[in-house]
């Protein structure tokens, strides 16, 4: 109308283009933990037009402010991290976060955030089948021993018969009632020659992974493992596909590497920088020998590998897993990670396979086995 009529308009703008604001833009933190675990959370926190300014991030836990964390804001994000120990022995606690944006903020509605965290008291039940006593095996079995958060049993297919008779910690052989493997979460299957075990059984240890959401690693060897298990159950159950011929020999100048798609897997991070995480990596040699592969099924998740030898050979699959019906498999190539030790003992060894062993069997504990999960890349999205 006012255009029809000829009178100009002039447009004013007021306020700020960018007004002062302090948000949490993210919180990283587990869904569950056991009980008695401590917990750390890394909340991201973001400002525009406060930077300088002294504020506080404060942490309640049910309702109850647990601590407050001073942070002097800067212009971006920036993390912070917090640190605390549950009392709740079971069940699910809410942890509330909130950032003083001081009375510049903007918007104080975006300061606050929720995560809700699961406590879990019971163990992880594993079985682990080996045949001769590896030096992975030695130094693997103090390490399910030690740690609290597991039951663990073991059976010897070679070696002393007598060690069931001494040592409650193994079996005199592999279950047989039904009910007795089901109840394991999780089976960690050495260097055994199929031939060990009786007709149906090998069935049966598909039927607990797909369909009773266990799960499976298999320790390769280049005796057995995973070369007998060709045209078997275990066979689809692999995320590799099993090769011919000899085994491969590695030469000693060749190391592990990460690959750039799994750089941050929760299995293979041991140190949080990236750089320092592959040089614990890259010590990880020699290998020796490692079971004839003829590279990784189009499901399986490469979590480190070798870099080839020769022109045109294809990068081997030294550690993969991937989902099988309602669990989780996971194919280690080597059995002399024990090299993980050099220097710093148990550190490194350990750390890789208890996050192997809660990143497997974890899901089964909450219930989340399933063949699809949706999820969104974030809790909380802002309008537009």
Not at 354 to 371: C, D, E, T, W, Y
């Amino acid at each position: 109308e006012m255009r029809r009529r000829g009178v100009p308009v002039y447009t004013i703008p007021v306020g700020l283009p960018a007004p002062p604001d302090a948000l949490i833009a993210e919180v990283i933190a587990p869904e569950a933990v056991f009980r008695g675990d401590p917990v750390t959370l890394r909340v991201r926190v973001e400002s525009r037009g406060l930077a300088g300014s002294d504020s506080t991030l404060s942490l309640e836990v049910n309702g109850e402010e647990q601590q407050v964390e001073p942070i002097v804001f800067e212009d971006g994000a920036q993390f912070v991290e917090l640190k605390f120990r549950p009392e709740q022995d079971s069940g699910t606690i809410e942890l509330g976060l909130e950032v003083d944006g001081t009375a510049a903020d903007s918007n104080p509605k975006n300061n606050t955030a929720l995560h809700h965290l699961r406590i879990i008291d019971e163990k992880i039940k594993v079985l682990y089948i080996e045949g001769m006593p590896r030096w992975e095996f030695r130094y693997l079995r103090w390490v399910l021993l030690r740690n609290p958060h597991l039951q663990t049993r073991f059976l010897m297919t070679e070696g002393d018969p007598d060690l069931a008779k001494m040592s409650p910690n193994f079996m005199a052989g592999f279950p047989s009632d039904v009910q007795n493997i089901f109840e394991y979460d999780l089976i960690i299957l050495g260097d055994v020659s199929s031939k060990y075990f009786r007709p149906g059984q090998l069935e049966l240890l598909e039927t607990q992974i797909k369909e009773h959401g266990g799960s499976l690693i298999m320790i390769g060897g280049t005796l057995h493992a995973p070369a007998s298990y060709q045209d078997m159950p275990v066979e689809s159950i692999l995320p590799v596909n099993i090769g011919v011929g000899q085994p491969r020999v590695v030469a000693n100048n060749i190391a592990p590497r990460l690959p750039t798609d799994q750089a941050q897997s929760p299995i293979t991070t041991l140190l949080d920088d990236p750089q320092a995480n592959q040089r614990i990596w890259s010590r990880v040699r020699p290998l020796g020998r490692l079971p004839a592969l003829s590279g990784p099924k189009p499901s399986a998740n490469v979590l480190l590998e070798l870099p080839s030898q020769k022109a045109g050979e294809p990068a081997y699959p030294l550690v993969s897993w991937h989902p099988y019906g309602n669990g989780k498999m996971m194919f280690v190539g080597s059995d002399r990670f024990w090299r993980l030790r050099l220097e710093v003992g148990d550190a490194h060894h350990a750390k890789f396979w208890g996050q192997s062993i809660q990143f497997l069997a974890m899901s089964r504990l909450l219930g989340q086995n399933k063949r699809i999960s949706l999820q969104t890349e974030r809790k909380q999205y802002n309008p537009g």
